[in-house]
């Protein structure tokens, strides 16, 4: 585990959020806005080199105190790296987590009968395995932290889900899309179970952004509307939080379009869903 950034202590009452998938893209964008909102951070990834880079940049820029963690989320050894880290309730030297971010994703694209068995494997594990296990990690230590008094800030997770698991069908992406809709149901179910407790769990459906995973879609095709600001994105996300919504769709454009699916004819959902993968 890299040492964290040197920088000076940040204030007592400083809240820490955990994010993975930092390096780039939307994991990224999230360390850098909740940076800005005067979070401590440990940002968890697979590169390390780019890690430590971003973490010495992102703690000199805002002056907060940053941890690189460079693990892979979809090995058992990365997980577990990752899961101790959400365990610490404050009784030693690492900081407690208030708000984890389930970012970290993959998507290979392809129908599912030419995927590999392997490439099926690695998804589920970093998409859903790895989001339950990090959750499972940090919940109940946030739970008991509000019930013992010690904490007044906000506490909970973010999970990064997809409109993808908002359609019918996903030809292409039929994994993905599944394995997105699972971390959709499965946050929600999870915010009315620790609502009770004033911890916050939300999770965000984004539609295309432009990130490093495409997922197969030729973004040529697609007009300009159809991508996201990854800023959009986090600010979004982190004020639904904020809020205690267990939901939200980033974006004017994909907010209108799930509300349609829910009436939309399935066939016609379908179709379209051919012409776009």
């Known amino acids: 585990m890299s040492e964290p950034a040197n920088t000076p202590e940040p204030p007592a009452h400083a809240p820490t959020a955990l994010v993975t998938g930092a390096s780039t893209g939307i994991g990224e964008e999230y360390a850098r806005r909740l940076a800005e909102r005067g979070f401590s951070l440990v940002l968890v990834a697979r590169r390390g080199d780019v890690l430590d880079t971003l973490a010495e940049e992102i703690s000199t820029r805002y002056g907060v105190r940053v941890q690189p963690l460079a693990a892979d989320l979809g090995t058992e050894e990365g997980l577990s790296r990752a899961v101790g880290r959400l365990q610490a309730d404050g009784s030693g030297t690492e900081a407690p987590i208030d708000l984890l971010v389930n970012n970290a994703g993959r998507g290979e694209g392809g129908t599912f009968t030419e995927q590999d068995p392997s490439e099926i494997d690695a998804m589920i594990d970093l998409n859903v395995r790895a989001v339950l296990h990090l959750a499972r990690a940090v919940l109940p230590v946030q739970i008991a932290r509000r019930k013992a008094g010690e904490v007044s800030a906000k506490l909970g997770v973010i999970s990064v889900s997809s409109v993808a698991g908002e359609i019918v069908a996903n030809p292409g992406g039929s994994v993905y899309g599944a394995g997105k809709k699972f971390v959709t ?10 609502a009770e407790h004033d911890v916050h769990v939300t999770v965000v459906l984004p539609g295309f952004v432009r990130t490093n995973m495409t997922l197969g879609v030729q973004e040529s095709g697609l007009p300009a509307f159809a991508f996201v600001p990854k800023d ?11 809020a205690g919504r267990p939901s939200v769709v980033p974006g004017g454009p994909y907010k209108v379009a799930t509300g349609l699916l829910r009436f939309l004819p399935k066939p016609l959902v379908r179709a379209t869903a051919r012409r776009v993968w």
Do not use: T
């Open 185 to 194: 149901l499965w946050s929600e179910s999870v915010a009315a179970e620790v």
């Open 232 to 242: 959009l994105v986090v600010r979004e996300s982190l004020i639904a939080w904020s």
